[in-house]
């Protein structure tokens, strides 16, 4: 049986994919703000070092995947805390699990968003992210809005994950990203609740092609199969889990 780490594996995406991982007889260490194996804030470095070590002990021998499945939504304030759980976070983990991904050739799969296209990939924003210095583009989200922090921390975090695709495939690590769609969780619950996003988020909700938002459920039954081996050749791939919603937005953009 397989051994995975997560990050926010207490709510949402995160606890159906790792139960759906338990069922299937695998060990699962989740890391989480709230409840889990190891109590981490993610958006500080101290709680980035936290979840790596802890998952070090945990899993001496090695990992087959690690999810960075944390995340926080557009209506998160600072907007900087989004900047730092959704993408500082993310790339510091898997970093810091890379060691632990070779010893099994294990693979990483990032959760992405459809929202991710939305913000340019030259957006300063998604852009000071990229060249990594958390300080400056902590500062450089603070002027924007909810929707840029989210989508374009998802954005940079996706852009990441394929620029290093190559480099880490050389190293026997495959990396993949899932991009959901509007799905029913707590941290939808409370972008619904919102004032001026909440009516965005409905009308987006209501146009969805297959005719419904997403369950926890439906999103997970992809991400289990994308660290399978049944995926063993799925590598710096993008898999837009919507609804069809990004074909809707973008039919030719792929
Ligand atoms: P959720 O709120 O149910 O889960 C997020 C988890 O992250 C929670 O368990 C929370 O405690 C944890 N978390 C938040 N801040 C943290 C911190 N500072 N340190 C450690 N853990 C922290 O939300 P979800 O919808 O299941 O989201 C899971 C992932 O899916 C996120 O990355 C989110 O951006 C992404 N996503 C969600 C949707 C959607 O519509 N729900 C769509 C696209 C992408």
Redesign the pocket.
Known sequence: MRVYAM??????????LKRQLQTCGHTVIS??????DII?????LE?RKA?VEGIQRLAPDGLDGFI??????PV?RPLS?IA???YF?VVATVEGLLGLLKKKKGSVLF?????APMVAADDPFVQACLTGNEEAACAAVESRDGHTA?AGS?RAATIWMRRHAVEYAAAGVRMNAV??????????D??FADPELGQVMKEFGDSVPVGR??Q?VD?ANTMRFMLSDDASYLCGSVVFV?GGSDAMLRSEDF
Do not use: H, R, W
Not at 68 to 73: N, V
Not at 111 to 115: A, D, I, L, P, Y
Not at 179 to 188: F, H, K, Q, R, S
């Open positions: 990050t926010g594996g207490a709510t949402g995406i995160g606890a159906e890391v989480d703000i709230k409840e889990g981490a804030d993610l958006s500080v709680g979840a960075p499945c944390a995340g926080l939504p998160a805390l730092q759980v959704n976070a959760v992405s968003s459809n929202s989210y998802k991009a959901p769609g509007i799905t029913m969780t707590p941290l939808t409370l972008v938002t997403a926890p999103i919507d």
